[in-house]
């Protein structure tokens, strides 16, 4: 695993730093015997500070060349952020070990290590939802998906953030141990062996790109009233604009058409009540304006990648009635 310099080790990267080890580096003999032998390889003079905390390994890049798997959990946020160059040493000792038949991997914005390496060019690849736009636009070679967790492109996979990690290193472990191995160790990590859905679950939907006073009121009250059967011509009409105005000033506005940006609300609508109340998936549908519960399954599965019940239990929120939330 390659562990670069300077990561600074904020609570986010320290938690991606630690799946790899979790999942590989304690042996399980009762499992599987061998089990992974995991190197942390540093960049530099072999020592990683950041935050008040120190990270000292003998290993450095020119381990990589040799491994079976190389894993880059991270890279630091400013080589994200704001552009800045991976160290010309990581990208090369990358490629020298793909070169050699190293298995690819990487977990969140690892993504940008490999596509700098051109590890990703002419391949489907995916991060964090929130980088996955830098990340295409920076790499156009890449073919990056933002709705799955993670993507196995045989010798290079690649996750989305934070816990899809998990869900891809469990991927790793069923793709060399079987399904029996991972699933026994997801039970000991009490996690699930497999989750269902993709990143569009957790996606905020229409999050406006531009401030529109004009439409407010109209998109308000469509909101406070998203269980009727609304339609383009009753918005622009309480808009007091023609459909082919209201059309291109709500497209300006959020990037999205009129009826996407209806489909969204109502998704939205339905997550909110899904995660607040015991309601029935028909009385949701109903709510939220998408009709009947067999409507709601469609589109849930069609735009999240989960069904009503699977997002319910996924993001179980405050039930009403419940005892209130957990302060940890």
Known sequence: MVVTEEIGVPSWDLYELSIPCTVFGKPQPDLADPWYELKLC????????????????????????????????????????????????????????????ARMVSLCTGAFALAEAGLLDGRRATA???????????????????????????????????????DLCLHLVRRDLGAHVANQLARRMVVPAHRPGGQAQFIELSVPAS????????????????????????????????????????????????????????????????ESTDLPIEKIGELSGLGTANNLRHHFLRHLGVSPGD??????????????????
């Open 42 to 101: 540093g960049v530099g003079a072999g020592e990683v500070n950041g935050h008040g905390l120190s990270l000292r390994t003998p290993y450095g890049l020119d381990d990589l060349v040799g491994a079976d798997t190389v894993v880059v959990p991270s890279v630091p946020d400013p080589c994200v952020e704001e552009g800045r160059p991976l160290p010309p040493e990581l990208t090369d000792a990358l490629r020298r070990a793909h070169r050699a038949g």
């Open 211 to 274: 401030d529109d006073e004009g439409l407010a009121p109209v998109l308000a009250w469509a909101r406070a009233h998203l269980d009727r059967p609304l339609t383009v011509a009753d918005l622009a009409r309480r808009a007091a604009m023609s459909p082919r105005t209201f059309y291109r000033r709500l497209q300006e506005a959020t990037g999205t058409t009129p009826l996407q940006w209806l489909l969204d609300q109502r998704l939205g609508r339905a997550r909110s009540l899904l």
């Open 128 to 166: 964090h939802w929130m980088h996955t736009a830098q990340l295409a636009e920076r790499y156009p070679k890449v073919e990056v998906d933002p709705s799955v967790l993670y993507v196995d492109d045989g010798d290079v996979l690649t996750s989305a953030g934070l816990t899809a990690g998990l």
């Open 311 to 328: 997002y319910r239990r996924a993001f179980p929120g405050t039930r009403a009635g419940g005892r209130g939330p957990v302060r940890v």
